[in-house]
């Protein structure tokens, strides 16, 4: 399985000795343009080599919006005169830390960024007029995020949504038990999404299902774990064909398993 916990995993890192502040920049220099500094010591120090580096100031991403394609790399201080630098690296944001311009005023809860952040990675979103399954709605931040692009969005949850998002035009309610919906007996879902807090195993019982049964094309879904982490069921998730688990920066004690079916 791959490292899904990883917040960004350096993926060539080479270490140099740098006698100097000016070494470490131009050996930076010579490998690349763009470089995020990684600063748990040797801060003052990796400052100074910093500011002599090309400035990278990303744009925040404006939901709904794919995440930066741009090369980036990363590097640190193991020591005043050691370098360690990966000229690339899995995440597309510095650290691993994606940046939003927020909704502070829609949403009724927080919930939407972690939703955000798997949908910039994926690059793909729903489109106006699909077809959404919200397992566990409530209070409506995923429902909210769906309806404001214009899907359909069908809320499952045992609470009630917050009535401004229960009231957002192709916002449907069904105030149920996500595990009761049988997926045969349902129409198919462009995309089934799920934030039900729920056992693991159980979960994927669920997601199995749905993608065995042919009536999700998409699935987006995270993984609670209360209490010690169930590694087999997320090992379970991430061996289902075509699906990955990630640990996202907006997850708490959470994987996010994402599948695209063909
Ligand atoms: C973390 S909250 C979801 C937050 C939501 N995604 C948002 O953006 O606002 C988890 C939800 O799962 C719901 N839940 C727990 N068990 C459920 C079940 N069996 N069926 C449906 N929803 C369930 C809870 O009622 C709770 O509202």
Redesign the pocket.
Known sequence: MAAAWAQNIWLAPQEHDVASIGAAASILRGLQRNWGAYLPDHVRRATLIEARLPPLKPKPLVFPQAAPTAHLGAWTLLGARRLLASPTQSSPWINGQPLFVEDRAG???R??LK?WEILALLGTWPQPGERCL???????????ALAGLGAAVVA????PLDPAVAGMKGVTLRQ????GIDPAAEPPVDWLFS????YPARMLTLVRAWIDTGRARNVVCTLKFQGPTDHEAAEAFAAIAGGRVRHLFHNKHELTFSWEGK
Do not use: M, N, R
């Open positions: 949403p009724p809860s919930a939407y939703l919200d397992l566990g709605a409530s209070p409506g931040g995923w429902t909210y499952v949850d045992k609470a149920e038990s996500a595990f934030d039900v807090i729920a």
